[in-house]
């Protein structure tokens, strides 16, 4: 027997503890299911392909030292030299390294001299090595050639006769085409680049970007004077190479500064930010979890304390232990309900506000039935405890206490 009438008398005539522990449930609810979906989508973000060998790959920066350098002439040295080093799979040149947060981008068109209606895309300037090195697929076309390579200077204004670009980025400015054999045309300009090739996947330099994706690879050197290479090395080799490399590139020219770091490392970073937060949502909600059980807890000693001589009555009438304990927990979810009830309007509503103002993912019905689960759990498990307690007192125990 469920004894609901004097359940609610009693809630009734202890309306404001009652409530408190409501309240708090609905915060609870409210907090943890936008908590869960903005982790869940942080952690969806994580874990998206990059379409890179990203533990294979080291990333060299060279500086040259004097005004008039070279640097031409040096990068053919300098990847002739790199591409036979022991456990080196490949090496290429690049003008951003991928994943750091740093690089370039371009709206580009399909059609000349257009304004409007343009797709923007990362943009890297490489050689035909580019694709081994990084560990990309080749979906359609075919990736460049020696004889397509441009070498220039800075200030120099030359066309582009060709690109190879990602598949999400064919997808955005060739929907349900074939993007193979079709321009682009950079800006506003007449001079068509073909795409000759597309690439499955590559994040590009920006993991923020809500455009992560969009890449257009073209084969071009400038003469400047700093170049970033990236190296590929044979599996578990890595680090092996990684001590070899300043060595040999600075006795094969000494007036260069060079750095370099493990691709991992810009990709570590570049998620620092969503880490930081997955970790400080978790604690968020591990806490107020504690903190509502706590509130339960202490609710329910008290309400057993103030009931003692209630419940012995009860185990003289012949009331089971099994009895005593369920009237408690009944009551519990009683509460448990109506701040589960209250905890989801106030979720949905949250939410609205966050996904309208601050971007952040839809709560859908699925992550909040399973949070108010979770938060019923909690309050089940936190008042079970007190329960059997009061499952415990005799009823000559609870007559001799009056």
């Keep these: 027997m469920l004894e609901l009438k004097p359940m609610l008398s009693a809630l009734w005539r202890n ?9 708090q449930l609905a915060l609870t609810l409210a907090i943890i299911s936008n908590t869960v979906v903005i982790v869940k989508d942080r952690i969806a973000k994580i874990e998206r392909p990059t379409g890179i060998a990203v533990e294979e790959i080291i990333a060299i920066n060279v500086m040259a030292i004097p005004n008039n350098y070279d640097m031409i002439g040096a990068v053919s040295s300098d990847l002739e030299l790199l591409r036979k080093l022991p456990f080196v799979k490949d090496a290429t040149i690049t003008n951003q390294i991928p994943l750091s947060r740093s690089g370039s981008a371009g709206t580009f068109y399909t059609q000349p001299n257009q304004e409007v209606g343009g797709e923007v895309s990362n943009r890297y300037n490489t050689d035909p090595n580019f694709i081994n090195t990084l560990g990309l697929k080749l979906v359609a076309g075919r990736n460049f050639t020696s004889a397509e390579m441009q070498y220039f200077d800075p ?95 600075s006795e094969r020219d000494p007036q260069r500064v060079i750095k370099t770091r493990v691709l991992s490392e810009y990709v570590a970073r570049s998620y620092a930010g969503d880490n930081l937060m997955i970790k400080v949502l978790s604690i968020v909600a591990a806490t107020l979890s504690f903190i509502v059980a706590l509130g339960i807890v202490g609710l329910t000693i008290f309400w057993i304390n103030q009931r003692a001589k209630q419940i012995g009555v009860r185990r003289a009438l012949g009331a089971s232990r099994s009895n005593i304990s369920r009237y408690f927990l009944i009551e519990n979810s009683l509460i448990a309900a109506t701040g589960i009830a209250l905890g989801s309007a106030a979720a949905l509503i949250v939410n609205q506000y966050m996904v309208r103002d601050y971007s952040q993912p839809v709560l859908t019905l699925l992550p909040l039935a399973i949070c108010a689960l979770l938060v019923l759990v909690v309050s089940l498990a936190a008042a079970l405890a007190p329960a059997l307690r009061a499952a415990n007192i005799s009823p000559a125990t609870a007559t001799r206490s009056v």
């Design 15 to 23: 309306k404001v503890p009652a409530l408190l522990i409501a309240l």
């Design 155 to 249: 200030s120099e204004i030359r066309d582009i006769n060709v690109a190879v670009i990602t598949q999400q980025f064919a997808d955005k400015i060739y929907p349900d085409q074939d993007p193979v054999g079709k321009p682009l045309y950079d800006g506003n300009t007449s001079h068509p680049i073909e795409i000759i090739g597309v690439v499955e996947r590559h994040l590009g330099a920006w993991v923020d970007w809500s455009k992560a994706g969009n890449v257009a690879f073209f084969p071009i050197v400038r003469n400047t004077q700093d170049v970033n290479y990236l190296v590929r090395a044979e599996p578990g080799k890595r680090d092996e190479v990684l001590k070899t490399l300043v060595e040999k590139l």
